[in-house]
């Protein structure tokens, strides 16, 4: 064998702690090896360009890279060997940067093991097979899970583009969080009146496919051909056929709303059957099962189906299940507000008048339950209130990280409420965090228009006066850490600035897509920095908050990069796997069927073969994850690229 030896300096961040010539030296006379160089970095054109030539020049049959993580560049070198004649799965990349450089401070320890870990991937390198890609067609239509802004941005891009979108929504509604704001941050432009167009732009576009009221059951396949279930709950109103005309909510039984609406975060009611808010796409009623008093008990008239002249209202509509083929999914299903009820010294839930963010934007909205006045519980304005930052943020009884929206919409509601009512706006920060554009001009002009910040935490709320001017007010009890001093102000109105969580679902897509997770619970991208938008299931990305909190700019800034992922996925028409996959060996199987059930991505089944039973192995379907191969009793399944032989020797030469 003619195996090629490079030890990359990664500029200074295996230099300086391993030494790279030392290195070389060792890489030099291990046996097979016919060449070994460094570089400064090996994954520069250069860099390249000297692996290329020594495999044309000195007939290099096998290479090694001792560089960074595979994950960054181990593509990178394949694409080398390629170009330069050679499979490119003759191959190894030994990782000296994250496993030695970084996590071994003693320069001649680190040395000593960047030599291990060269000698192991010689030795594994040597058993590598010739192997070649697998090409699949690609389905020429994308799933987006999520039908807020950055769901309706990225339908709307890919449509544009010319492929096939379904929009599944899980609320009756697209929209989104975005639809229940009064205004956005910076500009403060009205937030119905940017995200409308897009809304009906997404229920007029011939490209997609609105599926609202639904969820993801089931997702099957692989890159490039994704066979995807989808539940739509009966609304017990035929979209087909209803106009939207509000007949049947004016002729409920219910007279009167009675029921708390999730649209305006129960501070607002709903009949049985009704709208969430007047511009919903689409403008569809839908039934709720659990207040409706005929489907709870069939009492009732049915005044809704009598009013409807359209014929829309079916109460014995059922859940539909549907099915698409797609070749990517984006998902986009958003985040879900910090329950304030979890920190008990706010008292909310208990004491009127302490309302969270969420519930501020509805009552500001000119269609919120108080027509966008801003009112205490009396029905009277406030003159004085508080706004809490970083409430289930920043905090590590709760959420460590910052939700980095929540200084912006605080200041943002600060002015509102001040516009609307006249009254005195006290925030209370752990720091203001004004990064984005325009956003400190807006900080400095809220506190030119008189509203106060104080820096300190909230202690806690209460309605226990210890003076006059107490008397009948909320008492927020901080401290003010520029003074140094334990305070308390009297005031009207509190609202607390939740921070942002992973959604409710979140788990559930998680398992259904295969896709990994942060520590905070939100989805991981498959790196931070090079692929932000991608996850390690390929053909499957991620938008908006649901990889982490964002504003709106941000989320549809990478809505559209994971449509532009997915478009330029689409318009190849098919897609190279990799054969990294696990094969049986038929006279070894005893068809058991042992390896089935266990397989997560369901790539194997029975087949008969001359009249036994054996496994089979859907090529296009296996992610290469090697539960089939350790669970097989008869040793009847290897997998390319980590056979028993290479993984023991790759073991043998780290432990001599």
Known sequence: MRIGVYICHCGRNIADVVNVREVVEFAK?????????????????????????DVQELKLDR????????????????????????????????NIRELCSWVTSNGKDATEKAKAYVKSAVERVKLHESLETIRVKITPSVLVIGGGIAGISASLLLADAGVKVYLVEKEPTI????????????????????????????????????????????????????TVKIRKKARYVKEDVCTGCYDCIENCLFEKPEFPSEFDEGIGKRKPIYIPFPQAVPLVPVIDPNTCMWLKA????????????????????????????????????????????????????ELENVYTSLQVERMLNSAGPTSGEVLLANGEKPKRVAIIHCVGSRDDNYNPYCSRVCCMYSIKLARLIKERTKAEVYNFYIDIRAFGKMYEEFYKKAMEEGIRFIRGRVAEITD??????????????YEDTLLGKVMRLPVDMVVLSVGLEP?????????????????DGFLAERHPKLAPVSTTTEGIFIAGCCSSPKDIPDSVAQAEASAGEALSLIKRSEIELEPVISQVIEEKCSGCGICVP?????AISLINVDGKKRAYINPALCMGCGVCVASCPSKAIRQNMFGSEQITAEIRALLK
Do not use: W
């Open 298 to 349: 069939k009492k009732c008239s049915r005044y809704c189906m009598e009013s409807c002249e359209a014929k829309a209202i079916d109460f014995n509509q059922k859940d539909e299940i549907i099915e698409v083929k797609v070749g990517a999914i984006i998902v986009a299903i958003g985040y879900k507000p910090f329950d304030a009820k979890k920190i008990k010294r706010y008292r909310f839930g």
């Open 598 to 602: 266990l397989c997560p991505y369901n």
């Open 175 to 226: 929209g989104g969080k975005m639809a229940k704001f009064d205004k956005t941050f910076p500009t403060l432009d009205c937030s119905a009146c940017i995200l409308t167009p897009k809304m009906n732009a997404v229920k007029e576009h011939p490209n997609i496919e609105l599926i609202t009221y639904a969820e993801v059951e089931d997702v099957k396949g692989y890159v490039g051909n994704f």
């Open 503 to 519: 959604p409710e679902d979140i788990d559930k897509i998680r398992t259904l897509l295969k896709l990994s997770c942060t520590p």
């Open 29 to 53: 006379s291990l046996d097979g090896v016919v060449v070994a160089r460094d570089y400064k970095y090996m994954c520069s054109d250069p860099g390249q360009e000297l692996i290329i030539k």
């Open 63 to 94: 290479v090694v890279v001792a560089a960074c993580s595979p994950k960054l560049h181990e593509l990178t070198f394949r694409k080398a060997l390629k170009r330069a004649g050679l499979n490119p799965f003759l191959f190894q990349m030994a």
């Open 464 to 477: 226990i006066p210890k003076s006059e001017d107490e008397n009948g007010k909320l008492i927020v009890v």
